[in-house]
Nanobody
Framework: QVQLVESGGGLVQAGGSLRLSCAAS????????MGWFRQAPGKEREFVAA????????YYADSVQGRFTISRDNARNTVYLQMHSLKPEDTAVYYC??????????????????WGQGTQVTVSS
């Protein structure tokens, strides 16, 4: 099992920045892929970004490309999501996810085996 704990959410004005963190524990060595998803009220959970644990290959949703950066610190078993130029439409609960293997479905929830509890990000206009 892998446990994931997110932190760093909060309230920020439009145009501002936030950095989310996701700490993995348990069998973190078995993780191949880490991702971030978000879910706004009344909407489905959507892919934001992902990174392979070893090689650091990154993937982004079109809506955040150029504004968000995903990175990892292998020594700390932690993944980060640096968010810049935040918009009110970025408001959502952000979830960290981990996958044991690489799956072509990495931009969907089916690509992941473990999930965190989520952290709220609110962007005011």
């Amino acid at each position: 099992q892998v446990q994931l704990v997110e932190s760093g959410g909060g309230l920020v004005q439009a145009g501002g920045s936030l950095r989310l963190s996701c700490a993995a524990s348990g069998r973190a060595f078995s993780v191949f892929l880490m991702g971030w998803f978000r879910q706004a009220p009344g909407k489905e959970r959507e892919f934001v970004a992902a990174i392979t644990w070893s090689g650091g290959t990154t993937y982004y949703a079109d809506s955040v490309q150029g504004r968000f950066t995903i990175s990892r610190d292998n020594a700390r078993n932690t993944v980060y999501l640096q968010m810049h130029s935040l918009k009110p439409e970025d408001t959502a609960v952000y979830y960290c996810a981990a996958g044991r293997v690489f799956r072509p479905s990495l931009t969907t929830q089916m690509g992941y085996d473990y999930w965190g509890q989520g952290t709220q990000v609110t962007v005011s206009s």
